[in-house]
Each structure stands twice: as C-alpha cells, then as structure tokens.
C-alpha cells in the first residue's frame, strides 16, 4: 500500500513537470516577443542606445529578429562589422532572418579597414538566395524584396530592379515607395521614352504606397504634386500625414496647417499648398503635441517663425488640444530594415 501510494505521487510530479514544461516554453517566447517589441519601438524612435537593452534580451531568449537588430545597432555604432555584431548576425542567420544572411554577404567597407571579416561572404549570399527565392517565387513580397537586394550586393541591379517591381506590383507598400524615389527616381532605372512617363510612374507608385498608409510615400507624394501644381491632391495628402506616427509627416503637416498661405510669405513661395486659411490652433497642436513626445526642439522653432500671429488665446487652446494628440503613440522615423 505504502509502494503504491509513493508510485501515484511520483507518477503525480512527473505529471507536473511535464504539463508545465509547455507552458515554461511558451512564457519565454511571449517574452522574447514583447522584449522585441520594445526593442524595435526604441529603434524606430531612433533610440538605439535604450532599443539594445530589450532586444539583446530578446535574442538571449532564441528571437532571431531581435538578433539581427542588435547587430545593426553594433555595426552602425562603430560603422563597420566588429565580433559582437557578427555574432549576432550569425545568430539571426542561423535562426532564419535572412536580412542577417545578406549583412553577412555585403562587401566593402561592411568589415573595416582591415577586411579581417573570416567568414565567406560568398556563401552567406548563396544561403540568402536559397532561402529566399523559392519564397520569393510563391508570391511572397518580402522574399521578393530580399532577392532584390541580394541581386543588388551581387552586382545585378537589373535584376534587383525587376524583383523591387515584382514586389511593388504584388502589394509591398516599402517596395512601392522605394521603386518610386529611390530606383525610378534617384537612379533613373527602368527605360522610358519619355522624362513625363517616368514622372506619371513615380507619382503612381507614390500615390499607391500612400493608399496603404506609408506615412513616407504620403510625405513624398505631397512634395511631388505640389511641385507639378497640384494643389488640391497635395492638400489632401497633407491631412492625411497629420494621422500619422512619423515624425518626418507631423512635423511637416503641423506647419503647413498652422500657417496655411501664409507659409508662402513667412519661409518660401515654393513650399506652399495655397490652403485656403490658416489654422493655428489645429496646427500648433500638432507641433506641441509631437515635442512633447519627442523632446526635440524642431517643432517649437516653427511655431516661433508663426508667432507674430499667434494669440496667447490662441497658444492657450492648442496647448489644451495638443494634450489629446498622440497619447500613447510613439512617434517613430520607418527607418527601413536594411538601410545604410
């Protein structure tokens, strides 16, 4: 009797042990993620030095993204590749992130001076393909994007420029804005017959980016149709940015809505929307709003350029209504996932 009852007790903690094991397991995924979450937030904010912190956490905890994060905030640090920031990269790599794997296959100034990186560049760019391509060629958009840029590191542009407009054309609202500004516009790729034609693509591409909420693409489509006399689209993109949580948008838009025409006189003729009023109360809402959040000083020394015509009353309202304005939204910069 006495056997059978020290059997069921140990029976009983082996039950234990296991029914918990899942549930250990999956508490430190949740945490890994939230760690992540924070991590990145920073990183958007472009608060590196505090975004570290939780996303080393994260990758000590098997979360490969966050690995690869830590590594850029590493190699961006020192600018080039040191040991800690490949080993991180390694980590992400192995854990599947192959935005690590094209890190790991970049050449040039990736490795210093010295070029004293020991692993083989060559072959980290052959496992992003492999990983990605097949992805890549089942629909997937940011597969897609990343076949781009191995293309691009191995020396095809062309190719690269046909996968960012696969991208594009399947929905990838980053690829969409990137082909607009960065390859249709800055390189010049792609062949038109007409300076027009390449014009009327950027703005589409701008414009269907913006459709799906890229507060960049809203900004750049903005600073183009304003640029081609339409005003009217431009104003309209204006109040789209003042939803936003980029930085770049609110700022922008903050100013344009608190002077209105009279931006025209008080900076430059060739920033202005013609809206038809000012709405400084609106406006200077906006600016105090993301000071507050930011800290940065950007936002009050526009609103001094206004201040002239603003009222006490009327700095006394928007500092009242800037009190609802992005509470609990951090205000972040869309710094792309593998840029510079």
């Not at 979450?37 to 912190?53: D, F, L, N, S």
């Not at 966050?66 to 992400?92: N, P, S």
């Not at 990605?132 to 060629?137: D, F, H, S, T, V």
């Amino acid at each position: 009797m006495v056997l059978k009852r020290s059997s069921a007790r140990v029976f009983g903690l082996f039950l234990l042990i296991f029914s918990a094991l899942p549930v250990f397991a999956q508490t430190d995924q949740e945490r890994a993620e939230a760690l992540f979450k924070e991590g990145y937030t920073h990183y958007q904010q472009r608060y590196g030095a505090v975004a570290i912190t939780p996303l080393e956490k994260a990758a000590k905890l098997g979360h490969a993204e966050a690995a690869y994060w830590v590594g850029e905030i590493l190699r961006k640090r020192y600018t080039y590749m040191t040991a800690e920031a490949e080993q991180f990269y390694r980590q992400a790599a192995e854990g599947g992130e192959v935005y690590a794997m094209l890190r790991l296959g970049q050449k040039g100034k990736m490795c210093g001076t010295l070029r004293d990186c020991d692993y083989d560049r060559e072959e980290w760019l052959d496992r992003a393909v492999e990983f990605a391509l097949p992805k890549a060629e089942a629909g997937d958009t940011e597969a897609m994007m990343a076949v781009a840029l191995a293309a691009g590191i191995g020396g095809d542009r062309d190719e690269g420029f046909e996968w960012v407009k696969r991208a594009a054309e399947n929905g990838h609202a980053f690829a969409q804005y990137w082909l607009a500004t960065g390859l249709l516009d800055q390189r010049e790729m792609g062949f038109y017959w007409t300076e027009e034609g390449r014009r009327e693509d950027i703005i589409k591409w701008l414009r269907t980016s913006a459709k799906q909420g890229y507060p960049p693409a809203m900004r750049k489509l903005a600073v183009k149709l304003r640029e081609q006399g339409q005003f009217e689209e431009g104003r309209y993109w204006i109040e789209k940015m003042a939803e936003t949580d980029h930085y770049n948008a609110l700022v922008e838009a903050g100013v344009q809505i608190m002077m209105g025409p009279d931006i025209g006189e008080i900076m430059s003729p060739t920033i202005s929307y013609h809206f038809e009023k000012p709405r400084p109360v609106e406006g200077a809402a906006i600016l105090l709003a993301v000071h507050r959040e930011k800290g940065k000083d950007e936002p009050l020394e526009l609103i001094e350029y206004y201040q002239d015509y603003l009222t006490p009353e009327i700095m006394a309202e928007a500092k009242e209504r800037s009190k609802e304005l992005l509470v609990d939204t951090p205000i972040i910069y869309y710094l792309p996932k593998f840029g510079l």
